[in-house]
């Protein structure tokens, strides 16, 4: 169901300009990152990985939106971007975010049990780096006055994905009883001159949505942007302009069909998204939001003519705010010696079988080293702690607010800042300036399962970071 959100406040001065450029990695580069996996390195590219800069600017204040088909920008990844970005275009790096896609068929964005091609990554970085400036630049030369629009919509290429097995196991797959966000949210970024016309295209069009992108599995050796890169295209065959993704609450969202080899399926599940996005930006300025009868023009039939309005939101002042929220860490963190232990020993089981060639052995030794590499992870950036600072960034303009952290919170989480957030038109993602852990809701986090089992985070930090976020909106909004 299309649900068009309008204002009756006239649009204020908001500028906003697009660009794009390619950040295909070299061949061979260290590739995936899945537990379950064979390989190590890509063999190709399926589509092109991009980053799209989105510049926004009320005359006073300038942001930049970074939109990068990655799996994961670590803390120290994502700095560079933004260090990158702020040097080259004077804007405070506090303006600045840069967001991962999370497609999991990507480079490998850290050094863990995969070996071969790890020394591509960093080289294959630091052209991101320089990528990731050229489009920001470009975007703020491009920057023209638009109207802003905002609909939303639904679709269902996604679930949740804590599901449990009959004998009680718990597996990524699909839970129909779980919780699950389904809201596609979209923002038309249109120039001033466009009006009405089916033929009028926007600068930019922004959509949010939450699931894992996921829909390639284990045994792709391509490098893909997963559903998103796909979604993205269509919206672009359809509208114009440049389309931004911006990944949702999804730690416990996947796809309705997830880890597959056979490329269709991304391709296909992300036209499914693009289409419903489509939908909602044209109808943004071709259904009318108020219509008020103006005359009857004799004809065989009496006809009735309209003056038609199409609403727009309001959309200045531009503020943007960054900052730390600390939350609570989980008891029983794992312990760095015990945790490199282990990785050592599996890595080194993994290489023995590799020289063996004894698949079964790959198989295990693969995915117990992906444990190890996670639980090693969390020693290195919680051990002896009790607290954490989320990442937290959010951009508001009039009636809008764009919020995203560094994690991977669950869906409710996004639902109920989106409920209570004062402003009318609200996004929340995860995968935003960074990646420290998933965050599980209180009523997730005792039914265990891997994203909470691989989490630092206690049971109720989700609690403290939604009530934090909701209390910066409200001295924002007022």
Known sequence: MLKCFSMTAPNSNLLAGVARRCTNPPPNIAHGGWGAQKHEQAEGIDLDLWATALALSDGKTTAIILDLDIQILTNERADGIRHAVSKATGLPID??????????????????????????????????????????????????????????????????????????????????EGPCDREVAVLRFDGRDDRAASSSAPIATLANYACHATIMGPPQKLVTPDYPGAMKRVVEQ????????????????????????????????????????????????????SVKFSEIIPSGAPLGKYDLEFATTRSTPLRVVSKEIQVPLREGLPKKDEAAAKLDHWKNKLKQAREEKNDAAITEATYMARRADIQLRMADDFGGKTKAGVRTHIITFGDIAIIGCNIEPFCETGVFVKKHSPFPFTIMGGYTNGRLAYMATPDEWPKGGYEVENSPFGEKASITLQDEIIKTLKELHA
């Not at 905002?150 to 004998?167: D, E, F, L, V, Y």
């Not at 509208?239 to 069909?257: H, N, R, S, T, V």
């Not at 996005?277 to 109808?283: C, D, E, N, W």
Request: glycine share 12%; aromatic share 8%.
């Open 95 to 176: 303006n600045i975010r840069a967001a991962a896609t999370h497609t999991h068929t990507g480079p490998v964005p850290y050094k863990s049990w995969i070996e071969k091609g790890y020394e591509m990554v960093g080289p294959w970085f630091e052209n991101v780096y320089r990528w990731c400036t050229e489009a920001a630049v470009e975007a703020i030369a491009n920057m023209q006055p638009v109207q802003v629009r905002a609909g939303r919509g639904q679709c269902h290429i996604n679930a949740n994905r804590r599901a449990t097995s009959p004998k009680g196991e718990k597996f990524l797959g699909i839970n129909p």
């Open 238 to 289: 359809a509208l114009g302009g440049k389309c931004l993704f911006i990944q949702g609450c999804a730690g416990d969202q996947g796809p309705m069909q997830g880890f597959h080899a056979n490329t269709k399926a991304y391709h296909q599940l992300g036209a499914i998204l693009g289409h419903e996005i489509a939908k909602v930006a044209l109808s943004l300025t071709n259904i009318p939001s």
